[in-house]
């Protein structure tokens, strides 16, 4: 049983499908549900926001790889195919392209949800912007690179 209580009203079903449809579509991630097998069946508002595919467009062997940036594939598949394959929890950065044909990066991130007999029947999921971070990052990254080799040359004379 998870750790948080159920109201009277969520045991009697009316905290439901069309609760959660609308805090998932206010909430800034593109959240998705796969079944236990990584096949998705849930995109919420944001994904066909940013992506530009409909629930429809968005299912099938290669839409998702397709949105990956190139580079990112392979990694994406690997780790993807891992937690499905042990059922560890799913975390992974990668650029995802945008209706515009840009890229962005994103946290993809997700858990499994098991069943009473402890069998996953489900994947909860959410990929989280961070473009800005990624580039604040960067920029730190060639900052640092720099001042180490302004301080070689200094050290040097």
């Known amino acids: 049983m998870p750790a948080f209580a159920i109201s009277a009203a969520a045991k009697n079903g009316l905290v439901g499908h069309e609760q959660f449809a609308f805090l998932a579509d206010v909430i800034p991630p593109l959240v998705w549900i796969t079944d236990a097998n990584g096949f998705h069946i849930y995109f919420n508002h944001r994904w066909i926001d940013f992506t530009g595919y409909d629930l429809a467009g968005s299912v099938g062997p290669d ?7 190139p580079d990112d594939q392979a990694r994406a598949r690997q ?24 890229y962005r990066w994103f946290l993809g991130q997700a858990l499994p949800r098991r069943g009473a007999d402890g069998q996953i029947i ?36």
Not at 63 to 69: A, E, G, K, Q, R
């Open 122 to 157: 489900a994947w909860f999921g959410t990929c989280t912007d961070i473009q800005e971070q990624r580039q604040m990052r960067e920029q730190l990254e060639a900052a640092y690179s720099d001042l180490e080799a302004k301080i070689t040359f200094r050290t040097l004379d």
């Open 79 to 102: 780790v993807w195919g891992h937690s499905l394959a042990t059922g560890e929890d799913y975390n992974i950065e990668y650029r995802f392209k945008a209706k515009d044909g840009s």
């Open 63 to 69: 839409v998702w790889n397709n949105l990956l940036h």
